[in-house]
């Protein structure tokens, strides 16, 4: 009865995505049987990833946490997500989701920059995705277009408490791995467009 024009996209199953993924140039995002296409990077966010990224590294040397940038896929199970969050720490014993040893299933602390394009999502319905991790007790929110942090932590009864800093001064503490940012340093190097 249906013709092609109202027939649906057979979903795809995680094993079908990765399949698919692990040979592609370009990088995708699984959401409960579909994929979508990741925007690109600009280079103000790929600084502000670098910094955070090697003050985290700098600070869990050693330790029994890590810090994975951009190019390792997190699942978070309960949602029917893959994503690769810009940085994101787990800790030993890591939860792999097979040999491949490149989808990690649980994380600690989350840090996403925001884009023009994704920063409802990153702070609404990601987030809350991100929620149902086990370990998760951190999410720490840049922006690129400003000095600007959202840092929410997750509370003894469940709730989370959200703090926000907009100072090169201030020190985000991530006391669940044991690290603190400097905001001078994550946005160190990182030109603003001046307002018009």
């Known amino acids: 009865m249906g013709t092609m024009a109202t027939q649906a996209m057979p979903l795809l199953t995680v094993e079908q995505y990765l399949e698919i993924e692990r040979a592609a140039e370009t990088r995708s995002e699984y959401l409960a049987g579909s994929m ?9 966010r790929g600084v502000i ?3 955070a990224g090697f003050a985290l590294h700098s600070q869990l040397r ?6 994975f940038l951009t190019d390792v896929r997190l699942l978070v199970k309960t949602h029917g997500l893959i994503t690769y969050p810009d940085i994101f720490v787990a800790c030993r014993p890591f939860q792999v989701l097979d040999d491949r040893d490149d989808t990690v299933t649980d994380a600690t ?16 319905e ?3 995705f991100y929620r149902g991790l ?13 000095t600007q942090a959202e840092h929410h932590v997750r509370q003894a009864d469940g709730s989370w408490l959200m703090r926000e800093y907009g100072s090169a001064t201030d020190e985000i503490r991530l006391d669940s791995i044991g690290c603190c940012l400097l905001l001078a340093d994550v946005y160190e190097r990182v030109e603003f467009e001046a307002a018009s």
Request: proline share 4%; with cysteine; hydrophobic share 40%.
């Open 36 to 44: 979508y296409a990741m925007a690109g990077a600009s280079l103000r």
């Open 126 to 128: 990601k987030f809350r």
């Open 49 to 51: 990833v670098r910094n």
């Open 62 to 67: 050693g330790q029994a946490c890590a810090a």
């Open 109 to 124: 602390v989350i840090v996403e920059v925001l884009s023009p394009s994704t920063a409802n999502y990153d702070r609404g």
């Open 134 to 146: 086990p370990s998760f007790r951190e999410y720490l929110v840049l922006a690129q277009s400003e």
